[in-house]
């Protein structure tokens, strides 16, 4: 008996290494996003999320998908910063563009990832159109100014997924212009002390909701510095409250969403100041009541109250 014992030991040992070896190999095979997904504890609550949206199918598909996802940690820091008990208390539509918000077409590796704009796969509810979500790589990389990159890079069979350390949230005319770092001078003016308007305020009112949606024309920093030299002052602080207000408005349109497609030659710009004239024939432009003209140098970055569109020159009443 021990000698027969012995061999069929030895095959059974054999056989069980082959096994582990198998198993070894399979668990080395690429997975889908949503295996993966659903594979890393560290993902649980995406997971989760993705399956009360009903987008597992959507990310099963061929893609190529890149993935923004979030951890644990995001997902219960979103809940409590939006006084949900629970994911189950989001509702299902938003909880779908929010997430949305998180995919970008193509395969896109950390290397490929520029500053700048993008879309996602969110719809913004005031165009029907893709949201945009700004990447920021100047140190790291950062999205729409609130979520970081903690582990970039993991492969999957359709796409590729990067760990974010927050849940990136349906954005506002706002939140871009706090994202932007081109916009800072423009953020400095909007929240100055001494405003009678408050223009954050009006800028961040949900879609749906009177005055948005907004069209923006967005100054960058160097309009502002433009203009300072034009009318002889040396800082922001010394245009005085009714100016300042009065040019502000100049740059916001409310009720509409416009988007560059839209504008032609002589096209009436009713903005919140007065009307100003677009013109596109040989470049997108503005033209203010004081005939001066600023290029339109960035069109539709699309948020989901409203259009920013990136101008170079300031606007004047």
């Given amino acids: 008996m021990k000698k027969l014992f012995t061999p069929i030991l030895l095959i059974l040992l054999v056989f069980q290494s082959c096994e582990e070896a198998s198993r070894d190999v399979s668990n080395l095979q690429p997975k889908s996003i949503v295996e993966l997904v659903t594979s890393v504890p560290e993902?649980?609550?995406?997971?989760?999320?993705?399956?009360?949206?009903d987008l597992i199918s959507t990310l099963n598909g061929t893609g190529p998908f890149t993935i923004l996802a979030p951890n644990n940690d995001a997902f219960n820091a979103f809940l409590v910063a939006n006084n949900f008990a629970s994911l189950n208390d989001v509702p299902t539509s938003i909880l779908k563009e929010v997430l949305l918000n998180h995919v970008i077409s193509g395969n896109l590796q950390s290397t490929?990832?520029?500053?700048?704009?993008?879309?996602?796969?969110?719809?913004?509810?005031?165009?029907?159109?893709?949201?945009?979500?700004?990447?920021?790589?100047?140190?790291?990389?950062?999205?729409?100014?609130v979520s970081s990159v903690t582990n970039p890079n993991v492969q999957t069979t359709n796409g590729t997924v990067h760990?974010?350390?927050?849940?990136?949230?349906?954005?506002?005319?706002?939140?871009?212009?706090?994202?932007?770092?081109?916009?800072?001078?423009?953020?400095?003016?909007?929240t100055r002390s001494d405003l009678q308007t408050n223009f954050v305020g009006i800028l961040s009112t949900s879609n749906g909701t009177t005055p948005?949606?907004?069209?923006?024309?967005?100054?960058?920093?160097?309009?502002?510095?433009?203009?300072?030299?034009?009318?002889?002052?040396?800082?922001?602080?010394?245009?005085?409250?009714?100016?300042?207000?009065?040019?502000?408005?100049?740059?916001v349109v409310g009720?509409?969403?416009?988007?560059?497609?839209?504008?032609?030659?002589?096209?009436?710009?009713?903005?919140?100041?007065?009307?100003?004239?677009?013109?596109?024939?040989?470049?997108?432009?503005?033209?203010?009541?004081?005939?001066?003209?600023?290029?339109i140098i960035a069109t539709d970055v699309q948020a989901n109250n409203g259009v920013i569109h990136a101008i170079r020159k300031v606007i004047l009443p």
């Fill in 163 to 190: 760990i974010v350390d927050a849940v990136i949230g349906l954005p506002s005319v706002v939140d871009f212009a706090l994202a932007d770092p081109n916009f800072s001078i423009l953020v400095q003016a909007l």
């Fill in 43 to 53: 993902l649980s609550s995406l997971a989760a999320a993705l399956g009360q949206a």
């Fill in 112 to 145: 490929d990832l520029s500053t700048g704009y993008a879309s996602t796969l969110a719809t913004s509810a005031a165009s029907g159109t893709n949201m945009s979500i700004f990447i920021d790589t100047s140190n790291g990389v950062r999205f729409n100014g």
């Fill in 212 to 251: 948005a949606p907004f069209t923006v024309f967005a100054p960058i920093n160097q309009a502002f510095v433009d203009v300072l030299a034009e009318l002889k002052l040396s800082a922001l602080a010394d245009i005085n409250e009714p100016t300042l207000s009065s040019i502000l408005t100049y740059h």
């Fill in 255 to 295: 009720g509409l969403n416009v988007r560059a497609g839209a504008l032609t030659d002589n096209f009436t710009v009713p903005t919140l100041g007065g009307n100003i004239t677009a013109n596109i024939t040989g470049g997108a432009k503005l033209t203010d009541t004081n005939s001066r003209v600023s290029d």
